[in-house]
């Protein structure tokens, strides 16, 4: 496990737009692959994104294709969701998570950061 540490998030108003980072303290290894999930309140973990560390393929979840985008910076061992015309729906805890590889489940999390969209 690689411990994950997180940054951005906060406050901004609907059609705005925020990044998150999540850094490795620590190598990224080339198998692993990375993720984003978001907690609102009273409801479940949403999936948001994912990232291939090997070559960069990128998934998404229903709700925010389109709008959100998942990168890496490798030399940097850091993981990016910019998110652009954020909505209410939006609203809610952000974690990174590391996977050793695509078939292991997500076993590293970072400690979350609120994304708060006002409308």
């Known amino acids: 496990q690689v411990p994950l540490v997180q940054a951005g998030g906060g406050l901004v108003q609907a059609g705005g737009s925020l990044r998150l980072s999540c850094s490795a303290s620590?190598?990224?290894?080339?198998?692993?692959?990375m993720g984003w999930f978001r907690q609102a309140p009273n409801k479940g973990r949403e999936f948001v994104a994912s990232i291939r560390w090997s070559d960069g393929r990128t998934d998404y979840g229903a709700s925010v294709v389109g709008r959100f985008t998942v990168s890496r910076d490798i030399a940097k061992d850091t993981m990016y969701l910019q998110m652009d015309r954020l909505k209410a729906e939006d609203t809610a805890v952000y974690y990174c998570?590391?996977?050793?590889?695509?078939?292991?489940?997500?076993?590293?999390w970072g400690q979350g950061t609120q994304v708060t969209v006002a409308t």
């Open positions: 620590g190598r990224i290894l080339s198998t692993y692959n």
């Open positions: 998570a590391a996977a050793l590889s695509l078939t292991d489940p997500y076993k590293s």
